[in-house]
Structure formats: structure tokens, C-alpha cells
């Protein structure tokens, strides 16, 4: 039965993609400064739901790599979403966003038990009592993944994947005539992309200047904006061709993804100590097992000092995108 479900997703998925496909193939393998926008957002957009549906018999699997990549492709799918707000903004896409979140919460329990597991017993060895209350953590784990298997076997998954590819394609806001509509369609990616990722830059080194001061929830917004930042800067590497630009893309995403790191573990380690609560209740202390003041203070000097230096590598500036060009027909 679970294998008859397999092949009727992997085939429900491909179908999916069958109407879009002769367009997919039309499109430019790169991206280009010149490059109209939404031309852009569908080279990326697709690239990042391709990479979704790469990893989902492997997830279904319990393959814990094909997890963490599903997620990673997913959060590029959403970011690029972000990113080339507001022309995609049309009456779909709530519902677009919306079933993209649901799947990300999906995939997301079965991740953070993942990450607490590996911590546990990378810090714990083989104690008999870590091992005892392993098999709570454990067993959780399958429950998880077994809700999450069906989920990506479901019919609602089914219809986020075509609908998803659909929208990528021909959404409404392919087709507004509205001057605006058309003038952000039409808008150079370089253009684009450098005012964007000025003004994503700019807000995060605020914020992070006071990242020592920030509670919990706060430090955890900081920590999407610098993905938000990190995926971007990702997804336009065709732009980063050489010289200066390479430069800028290679010490940026240095400085962005050690402050991602650090960020990234201090809200592990949240997370873990909440699953710990709720998992061991006869294990009192285990809570505390992600408690530790020592480590949170070296994190955040880490992630400190990497925004230092990104502060230093200054803004975005006409020089460090490819030089932009009228619209590529």
C-alpha cells in the first residue's frame, strides 16, 4: 500500500509539471543584470520547487539530509517569493504562501526532534540514563515522521504542487495590465535585485546592532531576515560574475552565514529545551540539558563580530551588480 501511495505522488508531482514544461525549457539557464523580472522570478522560483520535489522520496523516507534539504529548498521557494514583492502580489498568492507555511510546519517538528537528537547524544555519549530518555525523544520522532509522510502523500500536497507551478507560471500577476503591473514586470533584475538588497542589508545591521539586547522572539526575527538575506544573495549568483562583484557575493556570504551559524543554534537550542519540557516529564532536568549561559554568549559574540565585518564590507552599490541594461526580450 505505502509503495502504491509512493509512485501515485511521484507521479501526481510530475504530472504537475507536465503543462508548464515546454515554457521551463524556453527560459534561459542563467539569469542575466539585463534580464526582465518576471522572467527572473520564474528562473528562480522553479529552480527552488524543483528542488523541493528532488528531495521528497527521500524525506518520505525518513532520510534526515533530505529533510534539512527540503526545508532549505522550500525557504529559498518562500524567499524569492519576498524578494520579488510586490509584483507577485496578486489574488493567489495568500493562498499560495499559506500552503507553502503549512508544509514548512509540516516538515518542521520532524526537523527540530532531528537537531535535538544529534545534540543529545553528541553531548551525552552513552549513558544509560541519556539512553533511557532517548526513547522518548525517539519515539516522537517516528509519530512526527509518520504524520509527515502522510502529509507529502496527500491529495493536499498533490494540489500545492500543481497550483504552486501554475502560479510560478501564469499566475494573475503575469497578466496585469495596470501600468505599475507591467513596469515591475518589466524592471531589470539588476535593478531590482540592488535596491532590494540595500534595503534587506540596511535593516538587518540596525537590528543586529543591538542583538545583545534582544529577547528570544526578537533574536529569532533577525535570525529570518539574515536567511531572507543569505538565499537572496544565493539565488543571484549568476549576477556576482567576476571581479569586484564575485568579491562582494563571496565576503558577504561569509560574514552572512557564520551570524546564520550561531544564530541558527541559539534558536536550536530553544527549541530543544521546549521539546525536552514537553517529551521528558520524568526526566526533570533534561530542560537543562540546552540551557548554558557560557555557550549562548560565545554565539552571540560570533554572530556580533560577523556583522562588524559586514558592516565594514559596506552597502550595495552600483559596482557590485553586473551593470544593468535595458529589459533582455
Same mark, same amino acid.
Request: charged residues 30%.
Given at each position: 500500500?505505502?509503495?502504491?501511495?509512493?509512485?501515485?505522488?511521484?507521479? /501526481?508531482?510530475?504530472?504537475?509539471?507536465?503543462?508548464?514544461?515546454?515554457?521551463?525549457?524556453?527560459? %534561459?539557464?542563467?539569469?542575466?543584470?539585463?534580464?526582465?523580472?518576471?522572467?527572473?522570478?520564474?528562473?528562480?522560483?522553479?529552480?527552488?520547487?524543483?528542488?523541493?520535489?528532488?528531495?521528497?522520496?527521500?524525506?518520505?523516507?525518513?532520510? %534526515?539530509?533530505?529533510?534539512?534539504?527540503?526545508?532549505?529548498?522550500?525557504?529559498?521557494?518562500?524567499?524569492?517569493?519576498?524578494?520579488?514583492?510586490?509584483?507577485?502580489?496578486?489574488?493567489?498568492?495568500?493562498?499560495?504562501?499559506?500552503?507553502?507555511?503549512?508544509?514548512?510546519?509540516?516538515?518542521?517538528? !520532524?526537523?527540530?526532534?532531528?537537531?535535538?537528537?544529534?545534540?543529545?547524544?553528541?553531548? /551525552?555519549?552513552?549513558?544509560?540514563?541519556?539512553?533511557?530518555?532517548?526513547?522518548?525523544?525517539?519515539?516522537?520522532?517516528?509519530?512526527?515522521?509518520?504524520?509527515?509522510?502522510?502529509?507529502?502523500?496527500?491529495?493536499?500536497?498533490?494540489?500545492?504542487?500543481?497550483?504552486?507551478?501554475?502560479?510560478?507560471?501564469?499566475?494573475?500577476?503575469?497578466?496585469?495590465? /495596470?501600468?505599475? @503591473?507591467?513596469?515591475?514586470?518589466?524592471?531589470?533584475?539588476?535593478?531590482?535585485?540592488?535596491?532590494?538588497?540595500?534595503?534587506?542589508?540596511?535593516?538587518?545591521?540596525?537590528?543586529?546592532?543591538?542583538? #545583545?539586547?534582544?529577547? !528570544?522572539?526578537?533574536?529569532?526575527?533577525?535570525?529570518?531576515?539574515?536567511?531572507?538575506?543569505?538565499?537572496?544573495?544565493?539565488?543571484?549568483?549568476?549576477?556576482?560574475?567576476?571581479?569586484?562583484?564575485?568579491?562582494?557575493?563571496?565576503?558577504?556570504?561569509?560574514?552572512?552565514?557564520? @551570524?546564520?551559524?550561531?544564530?541558527?543554534?541559539?534558536?536550536?537550542?530553544?527549541?530543544?529545551?521546549?521539546?525536552?519540557? /514537553?517529551?521528558?516529564?520524568?526526566?526533570?532536568?533534561?530542560?537543562?540539558?540546552?540551557?548554558?549561559?557560557?555557550?549562548?554568549? #560565545?554565539?552571540?559574540?560570533?554572530?556580533?563580530?560577523?556583522?562588524?565585518?559586514?558592516?565594514?564590507?559596506?552597502?550595495?552599490?552600483?559596482?557590485?551588480?553586473? %551593470?544593468?541594461?535595458?529589459?533582455?526580450?
Amino acid at each position: 500500500m505505502r509503495a502504491r501511495m509512493s509512485r501515485s505522488i511521484t507521479s /501526481s508531482t510530475a504530472n504537475a509539471h507536465a503543462k508548464p514544461a515546454a515554457r521551463r525549457n524556453a527560459l %534561459p539557464a542563467r539569469l542575466s543584470p539585463g534580464m526582465a523580472c518576471d522572467t527572473a522570478f520564474r528562473i528562480i522560483a522553479r529552480r527552488h520547487l524543483d528542488a523541493v520535489l528532488a528531495q521528497h522520496d527521500g524525506t518520505c523516507r525518513g532520510d %534526515p539530509d533530505a529533510l534539512h534539504q527540503i526545508r532549505i529548498a522550500l525557504t529559498h521557494l518562500r524567499t524569492a517569493i519576498r524578494f520579488f514583492s510586490p509584483m507577485v502580489d496578486d489574488a493567489r498568492r495568500p493562498n499560495v504562501w499559506a500552503e507553502l507555511k503549512w508544509l514548512n510546519g509540516q516538515l518542521g517538528m !520532524v526537523r527540530d526532534l532531528d537537531v535535538a537528537i544529534e545534540r543529545v547524544v553528541a553531548e /551525552s555519549g552513552d549513558e544509560l540514563a541519556v539512553i533511557a530518555e532517548l526513547q522518548h525523544w525517539d519515539e516522537k520522532r517516528a509519530e512526527s515522521h509518520r504524520l509527515l509522510a502522510r502529509a507529502l502523500q496527500s491529495a493536499r500536497y498533490r494540489r500545492l504542487v500543481e497550483q504552486t507551478s501554475m502560479w510560478i507560471d501564469s499566475g494573475p500577476w503575469s497578466t496585469r495590465r /495596470s501600468k505599475e @503591473a507591467i513596469r515591475l514586470r518589466r524592471r531589470t533584475l539588476a535593478d531590482h535585485a540592488r535596491e532590494r538588497l540595500t534595503d534587506w542589508e540596511t535593516t538587518l545591521l540596525k537590528k543586529a546592532r543591538k542583538l #545583545k539586547r534582544l529577547d !528570544v522572539a526578537r533574536r529569532h526575527q533577525l535570525r529570518l531576515l539574515n536567511k531572507r538575506l543569505t538565499y537572496s544573495v544565493e539565488s543571484l549568483a549568476d549576477l556576482f560574475a567576476d571581479g569586484a562583484a564575485a568579491a562582494k557575493q563571496k565576503s558577504m556570504l561569509k560574514q552572512l552565514r557564520k @551570524a546564520q551559524r550561531s544564530l541558527g543554534q541559539l534558536n536550536d537550542d530553544v527549541r530543544g529545551q521546549a521539546l525536552a519540557s /514537553s517529551l521528558n516529564g520524568a526526566v526533570l532536568d533534561a530542560g537543562h540539558r540546552f540551557l548554558n549561559r557560557k555557550r549562548e554568549k #560565545k554565539l552571540l559574540r560570533t554572530a556580533s563580530v560577523a556583522y562588524r565585518k559586514l558592516d565594514k564590507t559596506k552597502r550595495f552599490r552600483s559596482s557590485d551588480l553586473a %551593470p544593468s541594461s535595458e529589459p533582455e526580450v
